[in-house]
């Protein structure tokens, strides 16, 4: 179902803010998402849905005490509703001298009047995606395997998801956004294969390359064999990349983290190999832009490795005033204990290439997928995780039998400290709602599989 | 509620849906969290909206919104009708469903004190009396403790007939206290990890947690846990803690016996599992100490409810029956696979979410042991308290776990605190060298309020009665 049109948001958050009681602050989140999502099993969809909200968020300042109240549905007597709850919360929340203020316009980022939106990944083609067009691109992928005598398992999403936000200091901004998301494993036998695609447009996913790309690993990935666990060198591919980086920017990269004693990130320090550069770009077109954060603030790109050197963190309002910096607009919702969280990771290209780096393994693992990461210490940065659906030796340059899946224990960023090539090849991965990451190829000199 | 669902099942039938669902969920939620001595966080928030589920020429659609005025109801059955003719553009065997008796009934979580009767007043002060307390250990560097209480009316009316009013209570709190060196970070939990404890209860379950009075002990052992050992390394006796178990049984037996797991429904996210039907009833999963059954009908699970969300009563389900495989949860589509009735399993996160097969309260039912007596006769081991880490792999075989707290045994007893302990194995090697549970006395209801599944995704709250129990020959390191 379409979204409403930006004014009838910023006006259903301006007549929210109208209501709030005398001598309050107040900021208010409209959120609208029509999301849409077709499962296919065996060749065959399963699972077909969609859905469409909207939430409506208050949170009301006064007296140093600060409540919130969301409500999504119930229509006018909810927003009436949502007044009166923000209200009683703020009531008995506890007089705090430090409160974090609401943002102004000139920590928000807008120079002149509020209304500043901002480049956001937007395509009308998502949005309008109809389940015909849905199925269709499920029939490609089912198609391909059938024809090879495998099956077919995966999800076709598109979700258009807009957002507004006004405060009582004068922000105003909306923006709206759009993503589409192919997945597929394909089995056979004894052994399956991994491939994803995510873009703002639907009409770039290129079903069929996708199709081509998980048959390929499918068909290989049979009738795999044990190979002892240890350490080994390793090429990742960009759907493994995006998984360890995510957790690295969880663990380590909110000022929250670090003001908490929880990050490994000490700036100024090399940790990592020359060639590693990561950063958070909100604004970057290849990783799905979106111009603000939850507070309504403008979302600046941050450094977190230039060239292997521990740089900068991101911050939300409260972080900012701690460490008396200004906030880099990566803010969740407000109040929370969180704190900020990267959204837009991008890992800098290198010069190689997939082959090239197979090429330059005299044995080793070519690992197509993580599965079930989970951080075993985070002031050491180490996670534990499965491979999945393509785990291949490497052996003399070259791809070799496929292996059993295999657990790993690793720091990141000791992996990260032994980075041997980069490939130029990225590709857009969407670990959840309101994030992207654009990962490369990896060849690491060591990973841990322990198990 | 009545007249929405009404509407809805007569908009679908003039659609020509074979079979339609609808349920109407009006959800509220209470949160409140004190950090470092700040009243952080006091919520409210309210959810309400449809979801409808059609079966068109064999093949579901579904839609959900938020809107309940007659045009759009209207206008989701109509996006669900049409979702489920796409459908059958790529279409596998038609569904079909497992017969159930169409119900016309009513269900309320038993409280003994409704939470929501309970002020905000009150519950803020007991968060703040538990900060002070972790406040009083020194060393402590982070302090969290929170609260959580939902209400939850679910109205399931479908086509067959079915008519069934539900309204679900469930009442939650916990703390972390977190201690930090230069190379250590050391978080305790309580009563359990990931945030909290929850129950289908009313306010009683806040007090019998008594969070205010376990505050400080449980921020001494954060910072014990700077200057512990290491744990050991090597293979030795475990010992679960009841909190530890229940993840144990909620990763490598609640999930592999999820029949649509089986069936391939999942196997492009959670995965599938290791538990095929033809090793049922004849497959050793487990010692003949392991019973482990889902029961939706016991006491303050987070599983607990009258029917589920396809109007099937709730019920028991043995699934492992004194080590030997015997049963799986399963939906109305998944048991009419194998001709069976279905265990009455599914449920679904709010209105805007199809519902899943899931797990309602799955337990590792008591043995006959206790924690004192399984410690007495351990020589060399280790008891593990509260989870730290779990990942599984997606036949849920190759698992890895870690826990907060470590307690090296020697000689029967229980001796020093050791630290970043992690256990490792294969489900049913694990299951088979379990030679002890503690009885009744030490079994307890635990909630778990992260489980996820489902594209798109779905959180549930599912319960796990559990006690502490033994292992032997496991793979123990220090992380």
Known sequence: ?451 | MRDIAERVLDTAAAGHAAYADCRVVQRTVQTMAVKNGVVARVALSEDEGIGVRVLVDGAWGFAGSDRTDAASLDATVERALRIARASARVSGKPVRLSAVQPTVAEYSTPLRVDPFGVSLDRKVDLLLRADAGMARVPGITVRECSLEFVRERRYFASSEGARIDQTIVESGGGLDATATSADEVQTRSFPNSFGRHQLCAGWEAIEAMDLDGQAERIAAEAVALLSAEPCPEGVMTVILDGTQAALQVHESCGHPTELDRVLGAEAAYAGTSFLTPDMLGSFRYGSEQVTITADATREQGLGTFGWDDEGVPAQRTVLVDHGMFSGYMSSRETAAEFGWESSGTMRADGWSRIPLIRMTNVNLEPGESSLQEMIATTERGVYLETNRSWSIDDRRLNFQFGTQNGWLIEDGRRTRLVRNPIYSGITPEFWNSCDAVAGPDEWRMWGVVNCGKGEPGQSMHVGHGAAPCRFRNVRVESA
């Open chain 1, 1 to 451: 179902m379409a979204l409403r049109d930006r004014d009838a948001c910023l006006s259903l958050a301006d007549a929210v803010l109208s209501r709030i009681p005398d001598g309050s602050e107040g900021e208010v989140i409209v959120e609208e998402v029509d999301s849409a999502l077709t499962r296919y099993a065996l060749n065959a969809i399963h699972q077909n849905v969609a859905e469409s909200g909207l939430r409506v968020r208050l949170r009301l300042l006064r007296d140093g005490r600060t409540g919130v109240a969301d409500v999504r549905g119930a229509g006018e007597p909810g927003i009436e509703r949502l007044v009166r709850d923000a209200e009683e919360a703020r009531r008995l929340a506890r007089a705090r001298d430090d409160q974090p203020p609401l943002p102004d316009l000139a920590w928000a980022g807008l120079d002149g009047a509020g209304d500043g939106d901002g480049r956001a990944a937007w395509s009308d083609s998502t949005a309008q995606c109809t389940p015909e067009q849905r199925a269709d691109a499920v029939a490609v992928v089912a198609a391909a395997a059938a024809a090879r005598r495998l099956e077919a398992f995966g999800a076709m999403e598109t979700t258009a998801r807009q957002l507004a936000i006004s405060n009582t200091r004068g922000v105003r901004r909306h923006a709206r956004t759009s993503i589409a998301r192919l997945t597929a494993v394909v089995r056979g036998a004894d052994g399956a294969g991994y491939a994803d695609r995510c873009a703002s447009a639907v009409d770039s996913l290129d079903p069929a390359a996708l199709a081509a790309e998980v048959v390929e690993t499918a068909s290989r990935n049979q009738r795999a064999t044990a190979v002892d666990h240890g350490t080994y060198e390793v090429i990742l591919s960009p759907y493994a990349v995006a998984e360890m980086l995510d957790y690295l920017a969880y663990m380590s990269f909110s000022a929250l983290a670090r003001q908490e004693g929880r990050s490994f990130v000490r700036p100024g320090e090399k940790m990592m190999s020359d060639s590693v550069t990561l950063r958070d770009d909100a604004r970057d077109p290849l990783v799905l832009p979106f111009p603000f954060d939850w507070e309504g603030v403008t979302t600046r790109p941050v450094t977190f490795v230039d060239g292997g050197v521990c740089r900068d963190l991101v911050y939300d309002t409260p972080t900012a005033l701690v460490d008396g910096v200004r906030s880099t607009g990566h803010a969740l919702p407000m109040p929370n204990t969180h704190g900020p969280v990267a959204t837009h990771l991008v890992m800098d290209p290198g010069e190689s290439s997939r082959d090239a780096m197979i090429g330059d393994v005299q044995r080793g693992l070519y690992v197509t997928r993580f599965w079930y990461v989970r951080e075993v210490h985070p002031l050491r940065t180490v996670i534990t995780g499965m491979t999945r659906e393509g785990t291949f030796l490497i052996e003399d340059g070259h791809i070799g039998r496929p292996v059993r899946d295999l657990r790993f224990t690793q720091s990141i960023v000791d992996a990260l400290a032994d980075v041997r090539a980069i490939s130029r090849e990225r590709s857009l991965e969407v670990p959840g709602e309101g994030s992207a990451t654009l990962a490369p190829w990896l060849h690491l000199g060591h990973f841990h599989f322990s198990s």
